[in-house]
């Protein structure tokens, strides 16, 4: 069974940081690109960033931009995304998938169940 498994999230008072875990079993991840992405209050999952097969990035929300991180660890099969000054907005839940072929689209094929990340003081 190919699984993805979200950790990291919690509460953070703003202008803090987390780093959230997508761990995979039943596949290695190395040869899938990786998408996080999130929901927050009074919109649609959107994408945040995501991450191909040979490692490019692709930020999805120039918002983000210089707050967000992604990167990947093949040999613990697990991609990171790593959150530093969050605000309040970020809050929401967040998400990891991955496809072979699809980058950065809300139908990638797998998804993990989602991580809750709450900023607030």
């Known amino acids: 069974q190919l699984q993805l498994v979200e950790s990291g999230g919690g509460l953070v008072q703003p202008g803090g940081s987390l780093r959230l875990s997508c761990a995979a079993s039943?596949?290695?991840?190395?040869?899938?690109?990786i998408g996080w992405f999130r929901r927050v209050l009074g919109k649609e999952r959107e994408g945040v960033l995501c991450?191909?097969?040979?490692?490019?990035?692709?930020n999805y929300l120039d918002s983000e931009k210089g707050r967000f991180t992604i990167s990947r660890d093949n040999a613990k099969n697990t991609v990171y995304l790593q959150m530093n000054n969050l605000k309040p907005e970020d809050t929401g839940i967040y998400y990891c998938?991955?496809?072979?072929?699809?980058?950065?689209?809300?139908?990638?094929?797998?998804w993990g169940q989602g991580t809750q990340v709450t900023v607030s003081s």
């Open positions: 991450i191909s097969s040979s490692g490019d990035v692709t």
């Open positions: 039943g596949f290695t991840l190395d040869v899938y690109n």
């Open positions: 998938a991955a496809d072979r072929i699809r980058l950065c689209r809300t139908t990638m094929r797998i």
